[in-house]
C-alpha cells in the first residue's frame, strides 16, 4: 500500500469519523489496490447499520474522492 496516498485516506476519514463515532460506528483503511482501490471496512453499529451502504457512498466515497481525485472506487470489504 502506498504509505503517502494511505496518509492523505486517513486525513480525509478523520474528517468524517466524528460523523460516524457519533452513531457508535468507525471506519478502517483496509487496503488501498494498485488500481488505487480504497478498501474499507466498516466497524462498530455502522457495519451492521441498515443505512451502511448509503453511508459508504454518499459520504464516505464522495468525501474520499473530493479530497484524493485519482481515487477510481471505494468498497466495504468484510
Do not use: H, W, Y
Amino acid at each position: 500500500m502506498n504509505q503517502e496516498l494511505a496518509e492523505k485516506v486517513e486525513i480525509a476519514l478523520n474528517g468524517m469519523r466524528p460523523f460516524l463515532q457519533a452513531d457508535g460506528g468507525d471506519v478502517q483503511l483496509v487496503d488501498i489496490t494498485d488500481e488505487l482501490e480504497v478498501q474499507l471496512r466498516l466497524v462498530g453499529n455502522c457495519s451492521s447499520c441498515s443505512m451502511s451502504s448509503m453511508t459508504m457512498k454518499a459520504g464516505i466515497e464522495n468525501g474520499i474522492r473530493n479530497a484524493l481525485p485519482q481515487i477510481t472506487r471505494v468498497t466495504a470489504v468484510e
